[in-house]
């Protein structure tokens, strides 16, 4: 079976996981994955390149021979204490700083050589015992910059690979043949240079998100058995403890709140700036800041499986997906490379015969081309893009589960919107109500219509009591109508608070109080009547509401061309109601779950690529029929983070035209990236062939190439995903 990617959410995927100091780009996955393509026993591989981890998922007699294949193609993987690394935190870190550490002076002291070489071979007379020190200084030069490069471009060569590493070891040794050592150190030390500073570009891309993680603090207040409090690292915090935070201080894991109020910035998990006031019952996540009074929360995740860290790995995740563009970079590299070499072995040997070149020079021009050529640019320019806008995303609180989605968000022509929770608030609230009976006094009225809802558990009733005052009005023989309401005795009469078929059953409907009701429900209220045996007394009105930002949201979409339409199980009057007021012409109600699948398939028949946006539970079908799967609000549940390809951490639906945005801008960075560093490359090869470019120019050139891309796609970092 060819080794594919591990699949995101799969909760068998099972690996070994290997740490690979060498393994810092998508040239070094690409050797990877051809190298073990295909192997027996090998089901799938992970790439997490910001850690330089590889996770092979494998039958354990296959482990050892796809290790020697690794090994084989020049890479050194070692296997990772206690199996896979913890998210958001690079296995070996550590170990990478003093690899970056001892870089320094090594590079340094290869180009300080490499300049003292050019110095000899320039002013230094043309002797035996000179030109020997001038080799030797080059060749030491070499030796430093280029160790790895050239281990892993005889490799290559000696796998028929053509790779970038081939490309130089290629360059710098016919460079040296043919007496241009000065040249050759100069190139090598340039170009290790150059990888040393586009890794370091790359991984602040990669790490960017990360750093949402060491906001969550490594150790906490939590309460003992004798009622003390102790500070115990999060690690050994169980779910179930009891941990305080004071003003000030970062919550150090998810929970729910006990005791006290405040108010928390939870924008490193929701992306919302606004502080959210929170009191017992409210949920709490690490990571959070607490910004005024002190509270007592219960532990309900381990800190390796909070919602940030969650949030992190299911980032990592989506790093390790390649992008259609990435992939079509990829595949342009595997043939550009060798297309490349065949032209330089043509200029080498045919340009003596056709230009009047000697041979000197022909194979001088060769090996320009071959160094300005290099895919290096070209190739770190997709994976530094998608990896910028999958953190902008994530700093938004919009989680996007892979490059694929980030790209194809910018197609899509409608989106269909749960009508609960997406569009509306999802709590039900009294909106209106009034008298009925002039003869009754309102204030009594009122405080009746209190005592029957409040003995109700209907979301209808728990709106209507929320919504009213009460007093000590007494109140006796409760009885639950089924479907219909609820009725007790008050003062010696018989009340009963329900909806319109049970005044109807009453026989107490009039005309007008028929067209009283019919106003309210074609306004998208659920009616509620209080009534006596004389007839109905009050009339109370009960609606969902839609979000302050729906309304905005919807206009937004509509300026990025986006068709809105409204999918909900409520009846047609009520959806036509609520899409009317969000801005949304197209409403459709009483769908089942199936019929919103319906609904996707027919929207995408019509329109095109079509999203789907729910609670990531209740909408599965749809979702999953739908191009992109959208879920809303979606902060600590496993459930709508697996279910969605883009999960929105708050609930504002303004985030969706942020994504389509983002996407749109990812999509030109990207093809900016691409025609920089093949525009240049064409000018340069052209200048190679005809012109007089050096050694000199072509590697500058193809550093300025590969530092232009990193440099661009780290704008949407920059930008927070904005419009670049």
Not at 166 to 194: R, S
Not at 413 to 438: C, Q
Request: proline letters at 4%.
């Amino acid at each position: 079976m060819p080794a594919t990617l591990l699949q995101r959410g799969d909760p068998t995927a099972r690996g070994r996981s290997f740490r690979i100091a060498t393994m810092d780009c998508a040239a070094e996955e690409a050797e990877i994955r051809r190298a073990l393509d295909g192997m027996p026993g090998v089901r799938g591989l992970r790439f997490q390149l910001g850690q330089r981890v590889l996770t092979i998922d494998a039958d354990e007699p296959s482990i050892a021979p796809a290790l020697a294949a690794v090994r084989k193609s020049g890479f050194d993987p070692q296997p990772i204490a206690g199996g896979e690394p913890e998210a958001g935190h690079a296995a070996g870190d550590g170990h990478d700083h003093e690899v970056v550490r001892g870089q320094v002076p090594k590079l340094a002291g290869a180009l300080l050589l490499a300049i003292g070489a050019e110095i000899i071979g320039y002013f230094a007379p043309e002797t035996l015992v000179w030109r020997g020190a001038g080799l030797a200084v080059a060749a030491i030069a070499i030796w430093l910059a280029g160790f790895d490069v050239y281990k892993k471009g005889l490799t290559a060569l000696r796998h028929g690979r053509l790779n970038i590493n081939a490309l130089m070891t290629v360059a710098v040794t016919g460079a040296f043949a043919i007496g241009q050592w000065p040249e050759a150190a100069m190139v090598m030390a340039l170009y290790a240079i150059a990888e040393a500073i586009e890794a370091r570009a790359v991984d602040r891309a990669r790490n960017a998100i990360k750093g949402l993680l060491a906001m969550a603090p490594e150790e906490a207040s939590v309460r003992q058995a004798d009622g003390s409090w102790a500070t115990l690292p999060v690690g050994q915090v169980a779910v179930g403890a009891l941990l305080r935070v004071k003003p000030g201080e970062r919550v150090p894991m998810d929970g729910v709140v006990r005791s006290g109020q405040t108010s928390i910035n939870q924008a490193p998990v929701t992306g919302e700036s606004i502080p959210v006031d929170k009191a017992s019952g409210d949920p709490v996540f690490a990571g959070t800041i607490n910004e005024s009074g002190t509270f007592e929360f219960e532990v309900t995740a381990l800190a390796s499986n909070s919602t940030l860290a969650r949030i992190i790995h299911a980032v990592e995740e989506a790093q390790a997906t390649r992008a259609p563009t990435q992939g079509f970079v990829d595949r342009f590299a595997a043939i550009y490379t060798p297309a490349v070499f065949v032209i330089a072995v043509a200029v080498a040997l045919l340009g003596p015969w056709l230009l009047g070149w000697t041979w000197l020079q022909g194979v001088y021009k060769a090996l320009v081309l071959l160094v300005i050529a290099c895919p290096c640019a070209l190739v770190i320019s997709t994976p530094v893009t998608i990896v910028s806008g999958l953190a902008a995303a994530a700093r938004r609180g919009i989680l996007i589960k892979g490059g694929i989605y980030l790209e194809e968000a910018r197609k899509l022509k409608a989106i269909a919107l749960d009508k609960t929770g997406t569009i509306t608030e999802g709590k039900p609230r009294l909106v209106d109500w009034s008298v009925l009976d002039p003869a009754t006094d309102a204030a009594n009225a009122e405080h009746m219509a209190f005592v029957l809802a409040s003995h109700s558990d209907h979301p209808v009733s728990r709106a209507i009591a929320a919504g009213l005052k009460s007093n000590s009005v007494q109140a006796q023989n409760f009885k639950a109508l089924a479907g219909r309401g609820v009725q007790a005795d008050i003062a010696g009469t018989t009340y009963v608070l329900g909806n319109h078929r049970l005044i109807e059953e009453r026989g107490q409907c009039s005309p007008a109080l028929e067209a009283t009701l019919r106003t309210h429900e074609e306004a998208g209220r659920t009616v509620s009547l209080l009534a006596s045996d004389a007839g109905p007394i009050a009339l109370f009105a009960v609606a969902d509401t839609i979000k302050d930002s729906s309304r905005e949201a919807v206009s937004a979409l509509k300026a990025l061309g986006i068709t809105p339409v409204m999918l909900t199980g409520d009846n047609q009057a009520t959806a036509t109601a609520i899409a009317h007021e969000a801005g949304i012409e197209e409403a459709r109600g009483n769908l089942l779950p199936e019929d919103k699948l319906e609904a996707i398939k027919a929207l995408q028949a019509e329109h095109g690529r079509t999203a789907m946006t729910g609670d990531g539970i209740n909408d599965a079908p749809a979702l999953a029929q739908a191009d992109i799967g959208v879920a809303m609000g979606a902060a600590g549940t496993d459930t709508a983070m697996e279910a969605a390809d883009v999960v929105v951490m708050n609930d504002d639906l303004r985030r969706i035209a942020e994504t389509v945005q983002l996407s749109r801008s990812t999509h030109v960075v990207l093809w900016q990236n691409i025609t920089l560093a093949l525009g240049i490359k064409a000018v340069f090869l052209v200048l190679a062939v005809f012109g007089s470019a050096t050694m000199w120019m072509a590697i500058f050139a193809d550093m300025g190439a590969s530092l232009l891309v990193v440099g661009n796609g780290l704008r949407l970092l920059k930008k927070g995903g904005k419009a670049a």
